[in-house]
Nanobody, 125 residues
Framework: QVQLVESGGASVQPGGSLRLSCVAS????????MGWVRQAPGKQREEIGCVASTGSTHVVESRKDRFTISRDNDKNTVDLQMNSLEPEDPAVYYC???????????????????WGQGTQVTVSS
């Protein structure tokens, strides 16, 4: 089984930046697609993006200008860099993984079947 531990959640001002980190442990991580999702109160969980071990990445169109996902295969970490944070961004952010498939590239979106416990992000002045 894979375990995912997120960190870095905080309260930031509108327009500010924040970097979230995820440390993964478990088997076959080099074959797995990993990334981030978020969920705000009263809203559906929504995809942010994902990255394969090859470095191939995808971020949803509405956020690709502000959010960047990176992966370090040696450290088994996946980071989410968020810039220009907006009032819509407060949520619990979850690191996620696809444990069912061998993935070497990303095209057209992300699919996940396991998540960490999440880290809280708030935006306030």
């Amino acid at each position: 089984q894979v375990q995912l531990v997120e960190s870095g959640g905080a309260s930031v001002q509108p327009g500010g930046s924040l970097r979230l980190s995820c440390v993964a442990s478990g088997p076959n991580l080099n074959y797995r697609l990993m990334g981030w999702v978020r969920q705000a109160p009263g809203k559906q969980r929504e995809e942010i993006g994902c990255v394969a071990s090859t470095g191939s990445t995808h971020v949803v169109e509405s956020r690709k200008d502000r959010f960047t996902i990176s992966r370090d295969n040696d450290k088994n970490t996946v980071d989410l860099q968020m810039n220009s944070l907006e009032p819509e961004d407060p949520a619990v952010y979850y690191c996620a993984i696809d444990e069912r498939h061998i993935v070497v590239g990303v095209s057209g979106g992300c699919s996940f079947d396991s998540w960490g416990q999440g880290t809280q992000v708030t935006v306030s002045s």
